[in-house]
Structures are given as structure tokens and as C-alpha cells.
């Protein structure tokens, strides 16, 4: 057993089960970072077993009924996107897509949260050191290290990013990129730069990301979609997506897109395909691959019967995040929001049965399909797409909001999240919109927009597009046979529609101007949903070209 006394007993030594980090090369790096190494006591890939026990001795967590950890992130129980920056400079500057979602910092603002981060980190006796990859492709691949002080959120980075064999981490060397997670410590919001206590801030050129103010584990987990998100397109030339994936028997690849509420992973887990992945994916030269090593699943509401998957993966290993529990059977209430909606469970991939491993396929996407919840009850519950269309669809990321779901949502509100996934998005989404089309080009990939939202009418006096309906339209677009059904107009929207689907009795269904029974109350959603539609995409029009602007609705 470790002396307490000797604070570097755990670089060098110890179990194969715990790799170390090697005491030369690591008290050299550590030290040239900031770290006072005769104060810390650096914990690398610790055990799952010993990152439970620190976390219910430490921080208050404990284990659920079915064996998952529960833990709480603190008052920040969601992402703070006005919070994330990116530091201005020299080598990353011309690629990033400035703005709102990509705030710029400057480099010695970062300089100096950087020196507050590694300051509180020295204050604390135990320090948690991840080293894991982001990217199941070997070529494409980076290495990651986190830094961090709380044992929940090294075992949250063990789950979401891929583990290494004893042998990786043995010749792991200098990560390409390194996160200072001090997320209990607040940013000085008087810095020059600083608009609240918190700070999210990533450095291409350091290769660095710093967190300040937020003990939100999800932080770290978009933190390294985004640097997937320049380094993939702006390094390697591949496209990086904010979609689930799988793959059917036959090597066929389906990415799914779609906001949260539209159905991307319920659709994606298939008992009949492979899960390569439900959130982060690359479309590479030569073929798809997860860029995780696990799950970030929502659990607001969550059954065993809706989800058996997620439900059943939630075992020993896996991590309840805000999730409240009886305190007597510790028995967690999936139905209790009081703390906030998004609960979340972050668990290995491994714990979903029929997950691809390792996460790749070397088919390329043979079907795209983009989900919505039309909540207005306009668009069609699916519809081919042309190549421009897609590139439009793909462009706005529409979807809805509906009443309930939010504080002071009264009626269904749009919501425009370019590319699936704006808070993500570092590059112009025309970038990542033309290598999607250069792609499918390429590949002959069919295109789809399903409609998982409300038919027959809007939110209120229509239905919700019945679960078992959006299968069998899944389920054709998988078997070949949607593809070969006759098509027709979709007004307005420029869309085709087919007459008939397998498995979908009612065909009144597909067309939402029959399904419909008043005609002027349909017409006059769907002239104010195109309104919306023109509105949002104003902002990307002059950087597209004529024929992806003109795949729009026309009024």
C-alpha cells in the first residue's frame, strides 16, 4: 500500500491494473506546466473500484441500487455556452467561425485563468490524471490527458473518452491535447474578457483547455468534440458530425442527425443493426468512426421500457449524473426533475449489447437522415432529399420546442442549431455543409428528412407521428424499399414525398396537407413555418452557393 508520506510513491511502480506515469518524463512535464510535485499526488487511470470509493469518501456520491455511481455537478447543471471561448492567435484564427458560438479570448486572459487553474490544482492533496484517445481510428485518432481533482470527473473521462491497453499507456507519451479541469474554483470575473465566474476556453495553439467555475462534467466531453471539430477538417481533411450511427448486417451505414427530443438515439438503437456510436462520429476517407468511448445519455423519464438499452446500462461503471434516489433503497427516481431536466448516465460503450467494437466501420454512409419534432405538424413524417436540400436542412438544424419542456414555453417555439449541434460548431457551417455533400456525392448516399413530431395537425389539436410509424419508415429506408416507392411535390417546401410506405397502414399520413382537417389552418402553418425557415437561414445565405440557397421553402 502507498505510504500517505511519499506523495510520488504512485508515479513509478505499482499494479499492471494501474499504470503509472513514468517519474522522469512526467515530473519534467508536470513540473514545467506549474505543478508543485512535492505537494500533489497524481493519480493516473486509477481503477473504477478506487474512483468509487474517493468519490463516496470525498464528495458525498454514492451507489445506486443496480451499482452506478451517483454524483452532483454543483449549481451549473448544464453546458454554459456564453461562457466558451477560444483564444485569438495566429495559427487557428482564419479557420475559426467568429462570433457568438466561438467567442474570442485573448492569449494572456487565457494566460492568466491557465495559472488559476493550475494554482487551485496544487492545493489539492489528490490529483486525477486520464490519459485516454479521442477517435477509434488509429490514423485519425488524438491522444487526450485530463487534469482534474475530483474522482467523479476522472471516471466520467474513463467512460466517454477510449480506454488505452496497458501497452498504450505505457508508450502513451505527451498528449496532443491537455484539459485543466478546476471546476470548483471560480474565474476572477473582473479579468479583462470575463463576463461571469465561469470559463470555458480552449487554446489550439497550446493544445490546452481550461475550466473554471463549472463542475459540469459535460464541459469536458464537448470540450474534445470541439477540438475534433477544427482538428478533423483543418489537420486530417475529414468531416466530423454531431450524429448517432449504425451499421446493419449487410456493412450499411446510417448517420443519424437530430436534436435533443427528435429521436437520434431511440431510432439509432436497432436490435437488428450495430451501434457504432450515439453523438460524435467522423466521416473519414475510409469509412465512419466514433470519436467516443461511451455514452453521455439523457435519463429524464427514462424506463426499461422505452429504453431498455440505456436503462440495463446502467450498472457498475456507469455514472448518474443530478439524478435523485430514495435514501433508503437508493433506488434512483429517473421521473424527478426537481434538480434539473437534464439528468444525465455517462457509461462505457461496451454496455450497450450490441455495440460495434471498436467503434468503426470501414463503409462508407449509404443513408443520412436528419430528424426534426415539427411541432407545427408541417413537414411531412419523411421526405427524400436532393443533394442541395440536404446541404440546406443540414445548414438549419431545425427542430421545435414544445410546451412543457421549458419554463415559460406556452406554445411550440423554433429552434435553428446549425449543423445539429451550433454550441459545437468551430468552423463555418458551410464547410462542414459542402464535405457533407462532397461525401454523399462521392459515395452515392441517399438523403432523408423524418418528422418525428406532430401529424394531423399542430401541437394541441394533432398527434404526435406515431414511434411505430417512424420505424417502418426507418426500416424501409434500411431495406431498400423506400427508395423505389413513387414520389411526389411537397409544396412550399420543395420536398417529395412517397405515396406509399412498408409497414405504414394509414398512407394519409405521409402528406401532411391530407392528414390535415381543416385546409386554411394547414396552409397558414405552413406559410408561417417557411417564414421562420427563410428568417433563420438569412444569416448563412451569402455564404452558399445559388442552388443551396433556392433549396429552401418558397412562399
Not at 59 to 81: H, M, Q, Y
Not at 154 to 164: G, Y
Not at 367 to 389: F, R, W
Request: proline share 6%; with cysteine; hydrophobic share 35%.
Amino acid at each position: 500500500m502507498t505510504s500517505p508520506g511519499n506523495h510520488h510513491d504512485e508515479l513509478v511502480g505499482a499494479t499492471p491494473h494501474y499504470p503509472m506515469l513514468h517519474k522522469q518524463d512526467d515530473l519534467k512535464l508536470f513540473s514545467s506546466a506549474g505543478f508543485d510535485m512535492d505537494k500533489i499526488h497524481l493519480k493516473r487511470n486509477a481503477p473504477v473500484a478506487q474512483l468509487y470509493e474517493e468519490a463516496i469518501q470525498k464528495e458525498g456520491a454514492v451507489i445506486s441500487d443496480t451499482g452506478a455511481l451517483i454524483n452532483f455537478s454543483g449549481k451549473k447543471t448544464g453546458r454554459s455556452p456564453k461562457d466558451k471561448r477560444i483564444v485569438f492567435e495566429e495559427t487557428s484564427k482564419d479557420d475559426i467561425w467568429w462570433g457568438p458560438v466561438n467567442i474570442k479570448m485573448d492569449e494572456h486572459t487565457f494566460e492568466i485563468n491557465r495559472e488559476r487553474a493550475i494554482d487551485y490544482l496544487n492545493t489539492r492533496e489528490d490529483i486525477y490524471v486520464f490519459d485516454g484517445f479521442a477517435g477509434w481510428d488509429p490514423k485519425y485518432r488524438i491522444k487526450v490527458r485530463i487534469i482534474c481533482a475530483r474522482a467523479y470527473h476522472a471516471l466520467f473521462m474513463h467512460n466517454m473518452l477510449i480506454r488505452p491497453t496497458a501497452e498504450e499507456l505505457e508508450n502513451f507519451g505527451e498528449p496532443d491535447f491537455t484539459i485543466y479541469n478546476a471546476g470548483q474554483f471560480p474565474a476572477n470575473r473582473f479579468t479583462a474578457g470575463m463576463t461571469s465566474s465561469t470559463s470555458v476556453e480552449i487554446n489550439f495553439k497550446r493544445h490546452e483547455m481550461v475550466i473554471l467555475g463549472t463542475e459540469y462534467a459535460g464541459e469536458m466531453k464537448k470540450g474534445i468534440f470541439s477540438v475534433m471539430h477544427y482538428l478533423q477538417p483543418v489537420r486530417f481533411g475529414q468531416l466530423s458530425l454531431h450524429s448517432s450511427a449504425n451499421e446493419g448486417p449487410n456493412g450499411d451505414v446510417t448517420l443519424f442527425f437530430g436534436l435533443s427530443g427528435t429521436g437520434k438515439t431511440t431510432l439509432s438503437a436497432d436490435a437488428h443493426r450495430s451501434l457504432i456510436g450515439d453523438d460524435e462520429h467522423v466521416w473519414s476517407d475510409t469509412g465512419v468512426f466514433n470519436i467516443e468511448g461511451g455514452c453521455y445519455a439523457k435519463c429524464i423519464n427514462l424506463s426499461a421500457e422505452k429504453e431498455p438499452e440505456i436503462y440495463n446500462a446502467i450498472k457498475f461503471g456507469s455514472i448518474l449524473e443530478n439524478v435523485s434516489y430514495d435514501k433508503v433503497t437508493r433506488k434512483p427516481d429517473y421521473d424527478d426533475s426537481h434538480l434539473t431536466e437534464n439528468t444525465r448516465c455517462a457509461y462505457p460503450i461496451e454496455f450497450i449489447p450490441n455495440a460495434k467494437i471498436p467503434c468503426i466501420s470501414t463503409s462508407a454512409p449509404k443513408n443520412i437522415i436528419m430528424l426534426t419534432c415539427d411541432a407545427y405538424g408541417v413537414l411531412p413524417p419523411v421526405s427524400k432529399l436532393t443533394s442541395e436540400q440536404a446541404q440546406y436542412h443540414f445548414i438549419a438544424g431545425y427542430t421545435s420546442k414544445t410546451p412543457g419542456t421549458e419554463q415559460g414555453v406556452t406554445e411550440p417555439s423554433p429552434t435553428f442549431s446549425t449543423c445539429y449541434g451550433q454550441p459545437f460548431i468551430v468552423l463555418h457551417p458551410r464547410r462542414y455543409a459542402a464535405m457533407l455533400a462532397e461525401r454523399m456525392s462521392k459515395h452515392k448516399a441517399d438523403a432523408w428528412l423524418i418528422n418525428t413530431g406532430w401529424v394531423g395537425g399542430k401541437f394541441g389539436q394533432g398527434k404526435r407521428c406515431p414511434l411505430k410509424v417512424t420505424r417502418a419508415i426507418v426500416n424501409a429506408i434500411h431495406d431498400g424499399s423506400l427508395a423505389k416507392e413513387e414520389f411526389v411535390p411537397f409544396d412550399t417546401f420543395g420536398l417529395y414525398i412517397p405515396k406509399s410506405v412498408k409497414g405504414v397502414e394509414d398512407s394519409k399520413l405521409l402528406d401532411p396537407s391530407q392528414a390535415w382537417p381543416s385546409k386554411d389552418g394547414f396552409n397558414a402553418e405552413v406559410k408561417k413555418l417557411a417564414g421562420m425557415f427563410n428568417e433563420a437561414f438569412s444569416k448563412y445565405a451569402e455564404d452558399v452557393s445559388p442552388e443551396v440557397r433556392n433549396a429552401g421553402p418558397k412562399i
